[in-house]
Structure formats: structure tokens, C-alpha cells
């Protein structure tokens, strides 16, 4: 089983839709978890942090099920400025050192 | 405040050549890493190094090696480059603490006939 694991998509959705991306992963000790955005042909930047339960910014809301060990973001009134894949990324070992999942592909169109 | 940058921003090799990219931080962030990232695959660790002088092996160190000599820069060498090398290649740093944010540049893409 890959560490971290997510849906590749794409997710094709129009503007205004709500649309969630689910992600594994398999060390169960991991405490925190984060997703990144990667713009095509771009480098991945931070976009949230899950700490505990879940965490939201704005239109964005990401959830954290420990016993069941997945991670979701949830993307509400999608904006075409939205589209881009989505990395969930899990801390591994020392050092800030990260697994990035594979990334889900989000494309919003008009 | 430029962040991190990486030199060169594309580069075609042939198998056997050998190349050096350069990653440069201007936030003085001691920790560092390579990652490659091929289509359908996560980032994937290289090396890292976590202060001046030092490095270690990530993920993928096979075909790679790295040096730290000053904090602000980290090279990663090619010395046989093989097709299987084709890949977009980024360099991340960081601070220790908390927070597992890294900060990537804006990636080298190289490719291996």
C-alpha cells in the first residue's frame, strides 16, 4: 500500500459546485497532515494544515479521520481560478521531511 | 526576496553527460531538499540536508549526488545522466519547527535523450 494515497481524477465541475477530494495514508502515528495546490507546470504551495480534526479557510475545509486514516478537502462555490491538482501530503520522520500523494486534478469550467 | 530559485530552468542531456542544478535560498532556511516528480507520482525525496556541510539520502538517492557548502545553496549533480533521469526537478527549504511547510522553487525540468 502507498503511504499516501489519493484519487487522481480529474474532477471536471462547473463554477459554483462543491466538490471533495478524499486521501489515505498509512501511518497511522502521523499528527499532522496538509494539502498543497500545483498550478500546471508550477511548483506546489501550502494551501491548508490539519492539526486536529479539520481546519477551514474560507471556501476551503479539510477534515482529518484518524481512525480511518483519510484526509479530505472540501472546495465549496468553486471558482474557475480553483483548477489545479491538489497534493495531500503527510510529515515523514525528522527533519520536515514530507510524502506527497500522486494529487487530484481539479478542473472548474465555466 | 527572491525565495528559492533554481538554475537552470530547462536542460536537454544525452545519455553519459553530467550536469549540476543549482537551488539558491535567500530566507536563510537550514533545511533543503531535492525532490523529482514524474507523471502520475508524488513529489519524490532525493536528498536533503539540514545544515551547512551536511547531507543525507532521501528517497531516490540512486544516480544523484548533493553539496551543501553554504547555507543558501544546495547543488544537486548528475555525473552519468540516464533517461529514466527525465524529470521535473525541484528544490524545497525550510526552517526546523512546527511547522512542515516548505517553500519550492519553481523547478527544473530536464530531460534525457
Known amino acids: 500500500r502507498k503511504e499516501v494515497e489519493q484519487d487522481p481524477g480529474p474532477f471536471n465541475v462547473p463554477e459554483g459546485a462543491t466538490v471533495a477530494f478524499n486521501c489515505t495514508y498509512s501511518n497511522s502515528a502521523s499528527q499532522s497532515f496538509f494539502w498543497y495546490r500545483q498550478d500546471c507546470r508550477k511548483e506546489p504551495k501550502l494551501l491548508m494544515s490539519v492539526y486536529s480534526s479539520g481546519n477551514e479557510d474560507g471556501r476551503f475545509t479539510a477534515q482529518l479521520n484518524r481512525a480511518s486514516q483519510y484526509i479530505s478537502l472540501l472546495i465549496r462555490d468553486s471558482k474557475l481560478s480553483d483548477s489545479a491538482t491538489y497534493l495531500c501530503?503527510?510529515?515523514?520522520?525528522?527533519?520536515?521531511?514530507?510524502?506527497f500523494g500522486a494529487g487530484t486534478r481539479l478542473a472548474v469550467h465555466p | 526576496n527572491a525565495g528559492v530559485t533554481q538554475t537552470p530552468k530547462f536542460r536537454v542531456l544525452k545519455t553519459g553527460q553530467s550536469m549540476t542544478l543549482l537551488c539558491a535560498q535567500d530566507?536563510?532556511?537550514?533545511?533543503m531538499y531535492w525532490y523529482r516528480q514524474d507523471p502520475g507520482m508524488g513529489l519524490r525525496l532525493i536528498h536533503y540536508?539540514?545544515?551547512?556541510?551536511?547531507?543525507a539520502k532521501g528517497e531516490v538517492p540512486d544516480g544523484y549526488n548533493v553539496s551543501r557548502l553554504k547555507k543558501q545553496n544546495f547543488l544537486l549533480g548528475l555525473e552519468s545522466a540516464a533517461p529514466s533521469q527525465t524529470s521535473v526537478y525541484f528544490c524545497a527549504s525550510t526552517i526546523p519547527g512546527l511547522s512542515n511547510e516548505q517553500f519550492f522553487g519553481p523547478g527544473t525540468r530536464l530531460t534525457v535523450l
Open positions: 540536508s539540514v545544515g551547512e556541510g551536511t547531507t
Open positions: 501530503v503527510v510529515p515523514s520522520g525528522g527533519y520536515n521531511k514530507l510524502i
Open positions: 530566507m536563510n532556511h537550514e533545511y
